[in-house]
């Protein structure tokens, strides 16, 4: 059974910082593709940023291109998602997601095929 564990979440002032990290278990990281979403409150759930198997690709939505990185510890079976400028639009719950049957590639299409999803992490940026 695949479980993810989110955390990293936090109180943050515009232009802060923070890092989330998800920790899995029941899938290896290495070979498979996995999603960080957002869910601010009143708005659905997106998709906002992906990385394939093995680091071959990322995939990150406009409003964070630029300011979001995210990246994977093998060793750990953790994924990361480093948070940089951020800004009150960014408050939201943060959960990372993957496909349990393991697809390994990321674009704007593996954000529809995530069927496993960690509890989420609350971030909020105010001043």
């Known amino acids: 059974q695949v479980q993810l564990v989110e955390s990293g979440g936090g109180l943050v002032q515009p232009g802060g910082s923070l890092r989330l990290s998800c920790v899995a278990t029941?899938?290896?990281?290495?070979?498979?593709?996995i999603a960080w979403f957002r869910q601010a409150p009143g708005k659905e759930r997106e998709g906002i940023s992906c990385t394939s198997k093995r680091d071959e690709s990322t995939y990150y939505v406009e409003a964070v291109k630029g300011r979001f990185t995210i990246s994977r510890d093998n060793v750990k079976n953790t994924v990361y998602l480093e948070m940089n400028g951020l800004q009150p639009e960014d408050t939201a719950t943060y959960y990372c997601?993957?496909?349990?049957?393991?697809?390994?590639?990321?674009?704007?299409?593996?954000?529809?095929?995530?069927?496993?999803w960690g509890q989420g992490t609350q971030v909020t940026v105010s001043s």
């Open positions: 029941g899938i290896t990281l290495e070979y498979s593709a």
């Open positions: 997601a993957v496909d349990s049957g393991g697809y390994g590639y990321c674009n704007y299409n593996y954000f529809h095929l995530v069927d496993t």
